[in-house]
């Protein structure tokens, strides 16, 4: 039996937060600057040298890579052999309040959806996965909204082909046009119910994108690039830089299919206790 303090936890998430809003992940940066080469269009091209260098400097002043610091989306995977002295809750919350502070981040969380009200740095999604082991992981994936509003969610039914399918990734897509800041990482979550393919999509984002593809991702990819929206709306070849895709089983009556769009400056940081 492993045992992890909640101020540990606390700590972690905080430093987490801290490197997701500020480093941009070494998966993405490399393909942007993959992009950055294979561009033709000279706007597109000149919008990419802008983003690339958005986060070379944010690296290196510790500053955030977009105002919009997003909803915190913290992932854990805990081992059943890990025990937690304290409350696992209220230790996660306090590491994203403590990380936001500590890195001036915007305050974007309000406690009411209906009335609004202030906002403040109170408030995460935590997703937990109880797996074998003592080790406990944590990934903080701070989700800006200006992409977050453009996920959909469709139950087709369950006679519905894969063409069908990919239509609809595409013009979801493509009805995003330049508002979530492109080039896209689109994650997608098939199967499950209705709730869980949303989770799957969100998932699907945590995946690398530089990693072998599958031949679905393959065509999405190559058909989101004829839409020909580019980096910021600016037009040329790059409007998305991966398709990423989680399945799970599901009914026999249901075909659920959820889309999370990110943004360029998708980001995420990781570490294991």
């Not at 500590?102 to 906002?119: A, C, H, T, V, Y």
């Not at 003592?134 to 519905?160: D, H, I, R, W, Y």
């Not at 072998?212 to 991702?217: A, C, P, V």
């Amino acid at each position: 039996m492993k045992i992890i303090k909640a101020e540990k936890i606390t700590k972690t998430v905080a430093d987490l937060c801290l490197k997701a809003n500020c480093v941009l992940r070494k998966d993405i940066l490399r393909k942007l600057k993959s992009a950055y080469k294979q561009e033709k269009n000279s706007r597109a091209k000149k919008a990419l040298g802008a983003i690339i260098e958005n986060a070379r400097i944010a690296r290196k002043e510790k500053l955030a890579i977009c105002q919009d610091t997003g909803l915190p989306i913290v992932f854990v995977k805990l081992g059943q052999d890990v025990r937690i002295t304290g409350d696992f809750k209220k230790a996660v919350l306090k590491g994203i309040a403590l990380g936001y502070q500590r890195g001036n981040f915007r305050e974007s969380i309000i406690q009411d959806p209906l009335k609004r009200g202030k906002s403040s740095y109170k408030g995460a999604i935590i997703h937990i996965d109880i797996v074998r082991g003592n080790k406990l992981g944590l990934t903080v994936l701070p989700k800006g909204f200006g992409c977050e509003n453009k996920s959909q969610m469709k139950m087709f039914n369950p006679t519905a082909g894969i063409e069908e399918v990919k239509k609809f990734i595409v013009n979801t897509v493509k009805s995003s046009g330049a508002d979530a800041c492109p080039p896209y990482v689109v994650g997608v979550g098939i199967g499950g119910s209705a709730d869980y393919a949303g989770f799957l999509a969100k998932v699907a984002l945590l995946k690398k994108i530089d990693t072998k593809r599958s031949g679905l991702e393959r065509d999405l990819e190559k058909e989101i690039g004829k839409l020909g929206i580019g980096p910021m709306g600016l037009g040329g070849k790059v409007t998305c830089l991966a398709i990423k895709i989680e399945s799970y089983p599901t009914h026999i009556a249901g075909l659920p299919v959820a889309i999370n769009i990110s943004c360029h400056a998708l980001r995420s940081a990781s570490a294991t206790l």
